[in-house]
């Protein structure tokens, strides 16, 4: 409550002078191609997910097929994106899902908590390549040095390692040659995440007015940065909170309106566009069984 009173706040504090016509404006102002573009990115960042989910269950020992995994992977997001609370909404769709091909409630639950670390932590290494990209524009916000800047993006970067020191192959495995259980596997499902950072990050900036791939490195810090204090709060699917911390630095991408505008587009698209294609295709596949057991 505490997290969603402030972020109440400094949204109202940010768009003290938003107006409805500015809302329309810029609207009107976002041309077809950005939304389609976003529309095209969402499915991408969600297909990147699939592999972090399917090397989590590889990585623990369960070979379920990757398309099976990928089919986990989009119903626990889209609820999680869309209701927060991902730990608790995540974990459950995943054991509803997960329990038909006979995995137990202690194995789902670990799936759930290796895939969720994975996103987590291939978000900081994502937001430390940022930061080393594109130091200049926040020494210039923050009136910092730039080294000082370079050194919180290398030190983002560190728990990379973790990555390859965590998800080690189990010694009774150890001759496998398993791909998932190599250092390239890993290496692999690192670039996964740090893909699926940037392409959900893509389909927001590509909302936004005149984006430019010059400018996406600053843009994508801030991202991720709003979307794991987010998470973090627990508030239901982030609301208020993620888009306080983008517009709170939205000097850095585009002027307030233009910044509020493209937030609410990418809720439409990226959160409830995915939850509402889980839904028809769940209800679609219930009505096909009722049927075919009549």
Do not use: K
Not at 161 to 167: D, P, S
């Amino acid at each position: 409550m505490v997290s969603l009173a402030g972020a109440a706040w400094l949204i109202h504090h940010v768009l003290r002078d938003f107006s409805w016509p500015l809302f329309i404006a810029a609207l009107r102002a976002t041309p077809t191609w950005a939304i389609v573009a976003a529309i095209v990115l969402t499915p991408a960042s969600y297909v990147c997910l699939a592999v972090t989910e399917w090397f989590s269950l590889q990585s623990l020992g369960h070979r379920l097929s990757w398309h099976r995994a990928g089919r986990v992977a989009f119903a626990s997001y889209a609820v999680s994106n869309s209701l927060g609370f991902s730990l608790a909404t995540g974990t459950a769709t995943r054991l509803r899902l997960y329990s038909v091909w006979g995995l137990s409630a202690a194995a789902i639950t670990s799936v759930a908590l290796l895939a969720g670390a994975a996103v987590s932590l291939s978000g900081v290494v994502t937001a430390g390549l940022g930061l080393l990209i594109r130091p200049a524009p926040f020494a210039e916000v923050f009136h910092w040095p730039r080294w000082i800047i370079e050194g919180i993006g290398l030190a983002l970067l560190a728990p990379g390692v973790l990555w390859f020191a965590v998800l080690r192959r189990p010694a009774a495995e150890a001759d496998t040659a398993a791909l998932a259980h190599t250092r390239s596997g890993r290496a692999f499902a690192l670039l996964a995440g740090v893909a699926d950072w940037a392409l959900s990050g893509a389909a927001l900036y590509v909302l936004l007015p005149h984006p430019t791939l010059a400018g996406f490195p600053e843009f994508i810090a801030v991202f991720v940065l709003g979307s794991l204090v987010s998470a973090a709060t627990g508030v239901p699917g982030g609301v208020g909170v993620f888009e306080a911390v983008v517009l709170g630095v939205s000097m850095l991408v585009a002027r307030t309106q233009e910044t509020a505008t493209a937030l609410i587009l990418y809720r439409v698209i990226y959160s409830l566009g995915p939850l509402l294609a889980m839904s028809l295709g769940l209800g679609g596949l219930h009505m096909i069984q009722r049927r075919l057991r009549a």
